[in-house]
């Protein structure tokens, strides 16, 4: 069974500062993980994604996210963020066999003032 | 970039009643899903669709679920007879193939009274 964990519900910063949230999950076999950003009232936009290779992937619009196999984590980054980027993020496994359905954390809230 | 539809944005039904979610995928796409995000809650997958049949569903999908795409036209929800705990938004998204990003609508809101 795969599970994904986004510790914090909500994030706070002010514009122009780092920010970084935090998805951790559990799965056993081979995955992807995937970001999405939600602004309110709009479907799922995808960010990036991550299945091999290079641990750090570069999304749209200067998100990273960084994979970790001995952390199982896929926190996401930005090094300077704007009011804009106020949403919320969901963190998403799929699993690289079957149906690739996405299991989804609970997401979290950032908040942007500017 | 792409978009996927979905129709109605609202719907408000009395228990009981039937009810047709639509969504209009991204063209040439071939797999499509049915997720469902109860407020304030995760959203939960329900159902994946491919080449005419369900592939997965969870147990989110009740016998009173139906999915299908009629001849590459909407890919549609029926909930018959719908409860009130169906209330929620409902998304729709697609992939071109499987392993690839899926697209999402921008979620249907269902309120069964």
């Known amino acids: 069974t795969q599970t994904v964990s986004q510790s914090d519900a909500h994030v706070t910063v002010f514009e122009g500062d780092s920010v970084e949230l935090r998805c951790n999950y559990s799965?056993?076999?081979?995955?992807?993980l995937s970001w999405y950003i939600q602004h309110h009232g709009h479907g799922l936009q995808f960010l990036l994604k991550?299945?091999?290779?290079?641990?750090v992937v570069q999304g749209v619009n200067g998100f990273e996210a960084e994979f970790s196999k001995s952390d199982s984590s896929f926190h996401l980054r930005k090094a300077s963020v704007h009011w804009s980027d106020s949403a919320v993020y969901f963190c998403?496994?799929?699993?690289?066999?079957?149906?690739?359905?996405?299991?989804f954390g609970a997401g979290t809230r950032l908040k942007v003032i500017a | 970039g792409p978009k996927v539809l979905q129709i109605p944005s609202h719907q408000i039904i009395d228990m009981g009643q039937m009810v047709t979610l639509n969504c209009d995928p991204v063209?040439?796409?071939?797999?499509f899903y049915w997720y469902k995000q109860i407020l304030g809650q995760q959203m939960e997958f329900l159902v994946n669709?491919?080449?005419?049949?369900?592939?997965?569903k969870s147990k989110l999908f009740k016998d009173q679920f139906s999915v299908e795409r009629p001849d590459g036209s909407y890919f549609t929800l029926k909930i018959q007879p719908t409860a009130l705990e169906d209330s929620a938004v409902y998304f729709c998204?697609?992939?071109?193939?499987?392993?690839?990003?899926?697209?999402f609508g921008p979620g249907t809101r269902l309120t069964v009274l």
């Open positions: 669709f491919y080449n005419g049949k369900v592939m997965e």
């Open positions: 991550y299945y091999s290779g290079n641990p």
């Open positions: 063209s040439n796409h071939l797999y």
């Open positions: 799965y056993g076999g081979s995955i992807y």
């Open positions: 998403a496994v799929s699993a690289s066999t079957g149906n690739y359905k996405y299991v």
């Open positions: 998204a697609s992939s071109p193939d499987r392993g690839f990003e899926q697209y």
